[in-house]
């Protein structure tokens, strides 16, 4: 059969408008490429190296790996270059690598690079911590200050809490010789945010359940809001931000619990007048007079107290956490540790030289952080003013950069044999070379687990101590196992955040004894 023929001015004509169609579907696609292309030339970081693709859209997939595999992405950049990018969800972010672009990035000044504004952008400060904590930062001041200079007097109330809190918390079966399988990270964030606020808000509160839940909700709802935050487009973010019912609900729950003790805290203070001696010396007052020297409400206190728990508690279990993991996987070491820690115990009681004197469990406790950090990354800055840097990468205003910390405690340049745990290498290293600046406090370009330099974590010398009296604690009260056939549990890397494993490790009752 013969198709009806097609008249052949229409043939013409719809020809036509075909071959217009098509002309302006390419010269859209042209436009649309060379849009693409200007876009992606244009990025100021454009020429920093990117590990991932770096083409708009496709640095999704690499944002990708970044968020599951970011101990190698870091390794990968850090094998390859002085100076990298990884790409997050709304962001690329610099990488330096090595001990000496370390020491570079620590020495840039504030007035060019700002470490709270690089956290305040990492973490929606405004929305997940405490609202006007980023303008305020009161509780850094504190820790800095009177309370790192009284760390001494505080003490005492640090290991009563930790002899109070550890058979409530981890009772074990009266049974000799059973175990049981605790679940560690839970376990010790639960002692830690009692110990911790036992010196920033004391008794009773720190044992009030109802506070302690607070402070769990709290920090379980920072992680969901975060997560939210950042994945909404800037000016989508504080529309949201301004809805988010947790931290809201958190500071209300807190302020019930604290006005009352920041009100009586004022009362004497008052009284006190010019009589010094009669003030009261705790970390409430200390918030209480920041508040009035920055000309705050006293209120503000609130939000101090939050940010104090929002820095220590998860950053103090979590290191716990690796450190109890790293010693069940070694248990070789619990006899060594044992007898350093009975013997100064005997010597001096649970005080805070006692304390400075463990140095096999500083060097157990260092080498733990090096290994397995809160952070695979330190240094967080946000660039103020443009820079550039000593290998001629420029850093334009509001670049976000950051050294690879976890790739350098891991480079066989500055620690030998870097992969293994030798948990007494650095008692070693002090013992038998005289090293000096090896504990577990002390920083350097080539150890940045409490960052380095003027921002190095003020409150490392408080959980120094902390972590190492509850280290002791357990260390003479129990036995600590895997379960049978289990390895050491793997940590979880979500993009640079290293957590513990939510596993479970055995406990019994401590069987022998050291003679
Ligand atoms: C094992 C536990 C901890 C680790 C691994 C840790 C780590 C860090 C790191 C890496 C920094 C940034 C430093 C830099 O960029 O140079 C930092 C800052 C800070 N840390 Fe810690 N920290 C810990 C515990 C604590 C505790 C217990 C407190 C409070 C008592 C605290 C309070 C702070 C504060 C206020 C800052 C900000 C300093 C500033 O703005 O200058 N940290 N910490």
Redesign the pocket.
């Known amino acids: 059969m013969l198709a009806t023929p097609i008249p052949q001015y229409v043939d013409a004509h719809h020809l036509c408008r075909m071959e217009d169609k098509t002309q302006y579907i390419f010269a859209l696609l042209g436009l649309l490429a060379s849009f693409y292309f200007i876009y992606w030339k244009a990025d100021p970081l454009y020429n920093i190296p990117a590990i991932g693709p770096s083409a708009p859209i496709l640095s999704y997939l690499g944002a990708y790996r970044y968020y599951y595999h970011g101990r190698q992405v870091l390794r990968e950049g850090y094998r390859k270059y002085k100076v990298f990018r990884v790409p997050m969800l709304d962001r690329w972010v610099v990488v330096v690598s090595g001990a000496d672009m370390n020491e570079e990035l620590?020495k840039v000044p504030d007035t060019h690079v700002s470490?709270?504004q690089a956290?305040n952008e990492f973490t929606h400060l405004k929305y997940t911590v405490a609202r006007d904590i980023a303008d305020h930062?009161i509780?850094?001041a504190v820790?800095?200050g009177p309370?790192t200079r009284n760390l001494k007097s505080l003490f005492p109330d640090i290991v009563n809490e930790i002899k109070t809190a550890f058979p409530e918390v981890m009772p074990l079966p009266t049974h000799v010789g059973e175990w049981v399988a605790i679940s560690v990270r839970n376990t010790m964030a639960c002692i830690v945010s009692r110990v911790?606020n036992r010196v920033f808000v004391g008794l009773p509160l720190c044992r009030d359940p109802k506070f302690l839940d607070t402070l769990v909700e709290y920090a379980l709802s920072f992680s969901k809001a975060r997560d939210i935050l950042s994945v909404m487009p800037g000016p989508v973010r504080g529309i949201v931000g301004n809805v988010l019912p947790w931290l809201k609900r958190a500071t209300r729950h807190a302020s019930v619990c604290i006005q009352p003790m920041v009100q009586e805290r004022l009362q004497r203070l008052q009284d006190a007048g010019d009589d010094h001696g009669d003030k009261p010396h705790d970390y409430l007052t200390w918030l209480i007079e920041e508040t009035q020297k920055a000309k705050l409400s006293p209120d503000f206190v609130v939000q101090g107290i939050l940010?104090?728990n929002f820095?220590?508690v998860h950053?103090?279990s979590?290191?716990i956490t690796h450190a109890l993991f790293n010693l069940a996987a070694h248990t070789q070491y619990m006899q060594p540790l044992r007898e350093g820690v009975e013997d100064i115990i005997k010597e001096h009681g649970w005080t805070y030289n006692a304390i400075n004197e463990m140095w096999k469990l500083d060097s157990f406790m260092r080498e733990s952080?090096r290994l397995c950090?809160?952070?695979g990354v330190?240094?967080?800055?946000k660039v103020l003013l443009d820079i550039t840097l000593s290998d001629g990468t420029y850093l334009p205003q509001g670049t976000l950069v950051i050294a690879a910390s976890s790739a350098t405690h891991t480079d066989k340049t500055y620690y030998e044999n870097a992969e293994a745990f030798v948990p007494f290498r650095f008692y070693d290293m002090c013992t038998e070379n005289g090293t000096l600046g090896t504990q577990f406090v002390n920083?350097s370009k080539d150890y940045?687990?409490?960052?380095?330099?003027?921002?190095?974590?003020?409150?490392?010398f408080?959980?120094a101590h902390?972590?190492k009296a509850m280290m002791a604690y357990i260390i003479l009260h129990y036995d600590v196992k895997l379960e049978e056939g289990a390895s050491r549990p793997e940590d979880v890397w979500v993009w640079h955040d290293i957590a513990p494993a939510s596993a479970k490790i055995l406990f019994r009752k401590r069987q022998a004894k050291v003679e």
């Open positions: 620590r470490l709270a956290v930062p509780h850094t820790i800095r309370f911790s940010a104090s820095s220590a950053t103090a979590n290191s952080q950090g809160v952070t330190s240094l967080m800055r920083t940045l687990a409490f960052g380095h330099g003027k921002h190095a974590c003020p409150g490392r408080f959980v902390e972590l």
